[in-house]
């Protein structure tokens, strides 16, 4: 299966700016509530190339109805300077919430944008927590996460419309790092003029809004602790399966990384014992 991560093979050089506000309106209009961001990139290419790309995103509420808006603008440049090409795209939607409104849940976000970095919650995904160990025995390696352990696992709930369920582990201690959910049809499609149920249903698990990540296809991402988050690619996901939902731990990646090392340094070391047996038998039988 594929990732739904986003990889930069050719870039020597990449810096992002990330600019996030929340504005409410008066004690009169309290269900109406703005979030705007801008987030700009730029990347060197090998070919001495530069490509620009910023983003400006808003959603906003009036009374029950959410209105999304995104504008997206590409240039990219020769290494003198020169315009090679310029693109712009846009695209909105409009959708409407439950009677709760938008206000009382922006009080939340706000809350959890603002806490500690080191205010690590306690979050899961389908059952299964972060960091715990992972008590299946059916781990394989994939080659697409060369520094995990896959499995599948079936949750106490399933989510209407997916087929498969993977669990992604540390390769020594085996804790979960991530968890994907997997569709191999489309969940719930044709719904365009109305928001997706289940990016309502993550933004009211987690308490977190839901990010727009592309300008052509339907990815979103859900920062719902610190150092985790979900991605939502509702269509074309992978080779595989159309709709994907993969949950996340940054650090626990970070671990699963220095564990490989553990595990490669320990073969080298068994490797290197077993061949000076060998030459220490065989120098003692000439």
Same mark, same amino acid.
């Given at each position: 299966m594929k990732k739904t991560g986003t990889a930069l093979t050719v870039a020597s050089v990449a810096a992002a700016i990330t600019l996030i506000g929340f504005a409410a309106a008066s004690c009169d209009e309290k269900k109406d509530v703005s979030?705007?961001?801008?987030?700009?990139?730029?990347?060197?290419?090998?070919?001495?190339?530069?490509?620009?790309?910023?983003?400006?995103?808003?959603?906003?509420?009036?009374?029950?109805?959410?209105?999304? @808006? /995104?504008?997206?603008?590409?240039?990219? +440049?020769?290494?003198?300077? %020169?315009?090679?090409?310029?693109?712009? *795209?846009?695209?909105?939607?409009?959708?409407?919430?439950?009677?709760?409104?938008?206000?009382?849940?922006?009080?939340?976000v706000e809350q959890k944008e603002n806490e500690s970095p080191d205010a690590k919650v306690e979050e899961g995904f389908l059952g299964l927590k972060f960091g715990e160990e992972f008590k299946g025995t059916n781990l394989v390696s994939d080659i697409e996460e060369p520094t995990l352990l896959r499995a599948t696992f079936t949750p106490a709930k399933k989510l209407a419309g997916f087929d498969d369920y993977y669990v992604y582990v540390t390769?020594?201690?085996?804790?979960?790092?991530?968890?994907?959910?997997?569709?191999?049809?489309?969940?719930?499609?044709?719904?365009?003029? @109305? /928001?997706?149920?289940?990016?309502?249903? +993550?933004?009211?698990?987690? %308490?977190?809004?839901?990010?727009?990540? *592309?300008?052509?296809?339907?990815i979103y991402t859900f920062a719902i602790g610190s150092g985790r988050f979900v991605t939502a690619c509702l269509a074309d996901a992978s080779r595989d399966y159309e709709t994907v939902l993969v949950a996340w731990d940054d650090a626990l990646l970070t671990t699963a990384a220095d564990e490989t090392e553990e595990i490669r340094q320990e073969a080298r070391k068994s490797a290197a014992e077993k061949r000076k047996a060998q030459v220490d038998d065989a120098a003692s039988a000439f």
């Open positions: 979030q705007k961001s801008s987030e700009a990139s730029i990347v060197t290419n090998d070919n001495g190339s530069v490509a620009r790309t910023y983003v400006e995103s808003t959603v906003t509420t009036n009374g029950n109805m959410v209105t999304e @808006r /995104r504008r997206e603008t590409r240039t990219t +440049l020769d290494a003198d300077g %020169n315009m090679l090409e310029s693109s712009t *795209s846009e695209y909105a939607q409009s959708y409407p919430v439950g009677e709760e409104g938008m206000a009382s849940f922006t009080t939340r390769p020594k201690t085996h804790k979960v790092v991530k968890v994907y959910a997997c569709a191999k049809e489309a969940v719930d499609p044709g719904t365009n003029w @109305r /928001r997706h149920y289940l990016i309502e249903a +993550l933004e009211k698990r987690y %308490n977190t809004w839901a990010r727009p990540r *592309s300008w052509c296809r339907p």
